[in-house]
């Protein structure tokens, strides 16, 4: 099963911060999280391990709840350049694909000046 | 140090024709997935593969599709008697380790199929 991404769009002003939701309904071992900009590769942003770790990456960071089998990640004071297509990829726990990634639907953020 | 290659970036075949993809891993990645995108879609993972074993396919359709990755050389999606529905562009990703979170994946620029 995918995992489902929240919100599905977001248009923000330089500066403004956003949160995009993941949510698994399996039990997951790592979060994966990339942005896609049209017709480029996904760009790996940051792994979440099992454990509730939050790491963060410049402005932008990320936690995961393993009970709730969810993650976020934070953006703030936005910039243009995190325009672009967000991403989650879920690790599921157990089984020997270790990898594997299934992503959700993406969730489309564009900033305006 | 180069990242996955992938060739070609652009590829279109006539309905029926053969089409090959090739994927080179990063240096000292022996560990690579292929993923279909389709227009604005998800990723959706087709096969894993490490160097001449492939490890889960669950995401390959039954026909028409193979995939290898030999002792030398890239790794090969191959897509036989390609039809208008195998449109999509195709990502290679590598990684080190298989997962357990101790090592991203990288993606390559993927290559864009269209079936004319």
């Known amino acids: 099963q995918q995992p489902v991404q929240s919100p599905q769009a977001v248009i923000l002003r330089e500066g403004e911060d956003a949160v995009i939701n993941c949510s698994s309904s399996k039990a997951l071992y790592s979060v994966h999280w990339y942005r896609q900009k049209h017709g480029e590769a996904p760009v790996f942003l940051m792994i979440?391990?099992?454990?509730?770790e939050q790491k963060g990456h410049d402005k932008i960071s990320a936690s995961f709840n393993e009970k709730k089998q969810q993650s976020s990640l934070y953006l703030t004071a936005s910039q243009l350049s995190y325009s672009g297509t967000y991403f989650c990829?879920?690790?599921?726990?157990?089984?020997?694909?270790?990898?594997?990634?299934?992503f959700g639907q993406g969730t489309i953020l564009t900033v305006h000046p | 140090n180069a990242g996955v290659m992938q060739n070609p970036r652009h590829l279109v075949r006539r309905r029926g024709q053969e089409a090959r993809l090739r994927c080179s891993p990063m240096?000292?990645?022996?560990?690579v997935y292929w993923y279909r995108q389709l227009p604005e879609e998800g990723l959706k993972f087709m096969v894993y593969l490490q160097k001449e074993n492939i490890i889960d396919e669950s995401g390959m359709p039954k026909e028409r599709f193979s995939a290898e990755f030999p002792k030398e050389g890239p790794s090969i999606l191959r897509i036989q008697q390609v039809v208008r529905g195998d449109s999509a562009a195709y990502f290679c990703?590598?990684?080190?380790?298989?997962?357990?979170?101790?090592?991203?994946?990288?993606f390559g620029q993927g290559t864009r199929l269209t079936v004319v």
């Open positions: 240096k000292g990645h022996s560990h």
């Open positions: 979440l391990l099992k454990g509730g």
């Open positions: 990703a590598s990684s080190v380790f298989p997962g357990q979170g101790y090592t991203e994946a990288f």
């Open positions: 990829g879920t690790e599921s726990a157990g089984g020997t694909s270790y990898g594997k990634l299934t």
